[in-house]
């Protein structure tokens, strides 16, 4: 089958290259044949490839996946294949991003945990059945993959926009009743590249490769932003 | 590309909000002139001007309906079929705009 | 925009669009059932003038949709038209003053 794939900079092009259909093939192994038998100098990330670390993800025929995860049964459209790196993210080379801005906004977002409580003192009993651990559990198992930035329409408008996986992590920690900064938190995700900018297009829900749910985490951002507001905190 | 109902949803929210924002001014400037306005509604009722009429009062019906998906979204349980909301608000402009039309 | 300010404009929005839902049901509702059998000048503002319930509901409607527009079309400006900072703000202030001006303005042509 025929496969373009991106190759460049943010100037490039898409370079077609022939590659023998298999049974049971992702595209993953795809790009990897590519690499080993047809041009060496293509870059691309992956690392454990069975659907656990996220490093693969690419777009695929216009949309955002992990390509370890992607049979080319799913996605080849009369057995041709494009390949691009992750759409709002700069272009390092070929299929390779510039993740930093991501992970700054993550940081924006106060999405680290600061403890309340030193060594000295017994750990709190969180228990795993009650309601804010269980909306925090259905939001914590984000590991950062960037799909769902690269698929936000509001992340390609507006390039200060925090994003879905920065704020989903705002609110597991907003959520978190051993968190400390609360406040601060609020404060970070209330100004304007944040929740707020969410327009429940869920493009980040639809694509989610752990089936999280970032537009659920925005919405609950914005109910817990409104009653700081109403008491005054903000 | 392909995208989900939720998209399209929220880009016709868009548009019809945009399309709203324009015709208001107009809409209360025309009210203002209240004294002339049979030879108003006369005009209104040229094929062309019957179309828009029909356009914006569709477009309040989009926005309305997705509006109310915004609404639904952001203050009510969530739930997975939240998709179903896309199609509900839908459903309410094509009601709105065929009941328009009938009406016109 | 400070969070405290972004949230203020957030809630006002939100806010109005409720209040607009029920405006909006009612306004549907009254302009398709006037549309038909047609209308006349006579007709509207036999129903309308001197009518202080009227008079009540579209004042609410035009102040809510005053400050409903300009704050929806915020975003807009910002994701479409890249538009930020004070200049975009006083615009859309302008213009929620002029929606709230010729609408007060056509309410009281139609009910007086």
Redesign the interface.
């Known amino acids: 089958m025929k496969v373009s794939v991106w190759k460049g900079g943010a100037e490039g092009a898409f370079h077609e290259f022939e590659v023998p259909r298999l049974p049971s093939q992702t595209v993953l192994d795809v790009v990897t044949y590519i690499q080993r038998a047809l041009d060496p100098t293509l870059a691309y990330r992956y690392a454990c490839r069975v659907g656990m670390c996220g490093s693969c993800a690419m777009t695929v025929n216009?949309?955002p996946r992990w390509t370890c995860r992607t049979h080319v049964d799913k996605v080849a459209h009369a057995e041709r294949l494009q390949i691009g790196p992750l759409k709002n993210l700069p272009v390092i080379r070929d299929l390779v991003t510039d993740m930093r801005e991501f992970f700054d906004k993550w940081a924006r977002a106060k999405g680290q945990f600061e403890g309340r409580r030193t060594r000295d003192r017994d750990f709190e009993g969180i228990k795993p059945s009650s309601p804010q651990r269980l909306q925090v559990d259905a939001a914590i198992e984000c590991i950062g993959c960037a799909v769902c930035y690269s698929a936000c329409?509001v992340v390609a408008w507006n390039p200060d926009y925090l994003g879905p996986a920065a704020l989903n992590r705002a609110w597991t920690l907003v959520k978190d009743e051993r968190d400390g900064a609360r406040l601060e938190r609020l404060r970070a995700v209330a100004g304007d590249a944040g929740c707020h900018s969410c327009?429940?297009?869920?493009?980040c829900?639809?694509r989610c490769p752990k089936h999280l749910?970032p537009?659920?985490s925005i919405?609950g951002l914005?109910?817990e932003v409104l009653k700081s507001s109403i008491r005054g905190e903000l | 590309?392909?995208?989900?109902s939720?998209?399209w949803v929220?880009i016709v929210h868009?548009i019809s909000?945009?399309a709203?924002?324009l015709f208001?001014?107009l809409?209360?400037?025309?009210?203002?002139?209240?004294?002339e306005?049979?030879a108003f509604?006369a005009w209104t009722r040229q094929p062309a001007v019957l179309i828009a009429e029909w356009g914006i009062?569709v477009a309040?019906?989009a926005h309305?309906a997705g509006?109310?998906?915004?609404?639904a979204?952001?203050?009510l349980p969530?739930h997975e079929r939240?998709?179903t909301l896309a199609a509900a608000a839908a459903a309410v402009t094509l009601a709105?705009g065929l009941?328009?039309a009938l009406?016109? | 925009m400070t969070p405290r300010l972004e949230t203020l404009l957030w809630i006002a929005q939100?806010a109005t669009?409720?209040v607009?839902?029920l405006c909006?049901?009612v306004?549907?509702a009254t302009?398709?059932?006037a549309?038909?059998g047609g209308?006349?000048?006579a007709e509207?503002?036999g129903r309308t003038r001197g009518n202080h319930a009227w008079l009540a509901f579209y004042s609410v409607f035009?102040i809510a949709?005053s400050v409903h527009?300009p704050i929806?079309?915020r975003a807009?400006f910002l994701e479409w038209l890249r538009w930020r900072g004070a200049s975009r703000d006083v615009a859309l202030a302008l213009?929620a003053a002029?929606?709230a001006w010729?609408?007060m303005?056509?309410?009281f042509?139609?009910f007086t």
């Open positions: 216009g949309v329409d327009h429940t297009h869920m493009s829900t639809e749910s537009t659920a919405a914005k109910r | 590309m392909k995208k989900e939720s998209y929220a868009r909000g945009i709203l924002a208001l001014p809409h209360f400037w025309a009210l203002s002139t209240a004294l306005m049979d509604l009062v309040l019906a309305f509006g109310l998906r915004v609404l979204l952001e203050f969530w939240q998709k709105v009941a328009l009406a016109l | 939100r669009a409720a607009l839902a909006v049901a306004h549907l302009i398709i059932y549309v038909q209308l006349t000048a509207i503002l035009v949709v527009a929806g079309l807009v213009f002029a929606l010729l609408g303005r056509a309410v042509a139609v």
